[in-house]
């Protein structure tokens, strides 16, 4: 796993993976149309979520997505 793309592809949709860590589906789809980029703030509950499905997250995953749309603040 090296890509923020990869964490998404945990979930079947961004619905599951939303209810998995316990934020609106909508959250999850924001994160995706910014540019995949997932706040630090949830990292924690993602990587929790994550071994719940057997992967192991590494933090650095977190931080090699795609690069922030133009006019976007981070």
């Known amino acids: 796993m090296n890509e923020v793309q990869d964490i998404y592809g945990l979930w079947p949709s961004a619905a599951a993976m939303a209810r ?13 149309n910014r540019g995949y980029r997932i706040p630090q703030r949830y990292w924690a509950s993602i990587r929790e ?3 719940a499905l057997g992967a192991d ?4 995953a ?4 795609s ?3 133009h006019g976007e603040g981070s």
């Open 49 to 51: 979520a994550g071994e």
């Open 20 to 32: 998995s860590i316990d934020v609106p589906p909508v959250t999850v789809r924001q994160w995706r």
């Open 57 to 60: 997250i590494p933090l650095n």
């Open 62 to 65: 977190f931080l090699h997505g």
């Open 67 to 69: 690069t922030p749309k």
